[in-house]
């Protein structure tokens, strides 16, 4: 039965609702469960860190192999697969007796939620219902995380507080298995054709989800352009600061001798400029050349890093997460239009699927080396000054990306 009012934007409602759930939990509630765990087996940082390093390499290698179940599925059941194997990372991590339940349960189970949910459904599901608006429905469904990492951290230190973090982290599985399944199942529709609509409501716009190449002539399309390879690394390094700063963000207070609770705030403001910050980034990539958003986004990156390294007190935290926060906001949003302007739309999902993958490769490292460093010198200004001459060699070589023809998306056009 065909839907007389265009639900595309339904779409971007329940990947902003997803995005909140998903990316509130698996990335912005990671620093303040790590810093619990650490305490509660006594043990080293760079042990507890190999939970977020495990999570990112297994998040890479499943994600060609969901994306390949994405295709040739639909998207409801790998996502609910995605969302019960989130969820039972949570709720199985604090009945296990050692800090190695908690690597073994982000590395094996929560990895696989997250890289279906939070890296692969939005782009997927959002690029076949739109064309000409894809960038306005990214940017509103990214809207998402930021939501659930102001919303989340305050209301689950307060459970940890009451409960402890065995039931609070038992909680957070089962709200995240339950929620996510019953918005994924009710609220998906694969395809406007599904329902007798079309991408952007448009009849005369084609559905981009018929716009494919052959599978092996797509992939090569992407991963055979050196062009790719430049933008993904410079991408990946970027989320190597977001790895580094959001995985220790409330340990980074406590480590100054803050409560749990103001180490919470710190991720709360991070998520609220990011809310203000995600759509002026997006339309920035509608306005002006993306190389010089893209410069944008990796100055303010190495800038922000300088200030955590020789920061010693909360309001220097503030100032810090404040400026990173301005880049997390819109780094999703930004990808999205990158990839389109280096790709052409037949390619574009699985441009960005390949983009977010190497990305994370990239930056898997990170977590693992930040709990060393501090472990052996105590604090992680040796780190933050490593990714800033890193950040520097990415911002010189941002000029050499070429970008395809200016888009133009709507066939009609």
Known sequence: MAHTKFIGWRMALVCLLVQAIVGGISIYLYSMFAGEIEKAFEAKRATVMLAATGHAVVSALVGPKLGQMMDGHRLRWTMIGCALALGSGFMLIPLVPSVWGFVAGFTLLVSIGSAGLA??????????????????????????????????PPVVALLVARMGWQVAMFLVGAFAALSVSALVYWGVVDYPRDCGQYPDGDPSAADAATEKEGEDASLWTVVGDGNFWLAAIVVGLVIAVFSAVLTNLSIFATDIGETLERGAWLLSLFSLVGIVT????????????????????????????????????????????AMI????????PFIGALVGRLFDLAVYGRATGSLFLVAIGVSSLVPGLSGWVHDTEGNYRSMFLVLAVLLAFALASIPFIRLQRASSPSPSK
Request: glycine letters at 14%.
């Open 119 to 152: 890296t692969l459904l939005t782009p997927l599901l959002l690029s076949r219902w739109f064309v000409r608006k894809r960038g306005l429905a990214m940017g509103i469904a990214a809207l998402g995380s930021q939501l659930g990492g102001f919303v989340l």
């Open 325 to 332: 926060a301005v880049v997390g906001g819109g780094v999703t």
């Open 278 to 321: 995600s759509p002026l980034i997006g339309r920035m990539c509608d306005v002006f050349d993306i190389r010089v958003v893209f410069a944008g986004i990796v100055g303010m990156s190495l800038v922000s890093l300088l200030v955590y390294a020789f920061t010693h007190d909360y309001a220097g935290l503030l100032v810090a997460t």
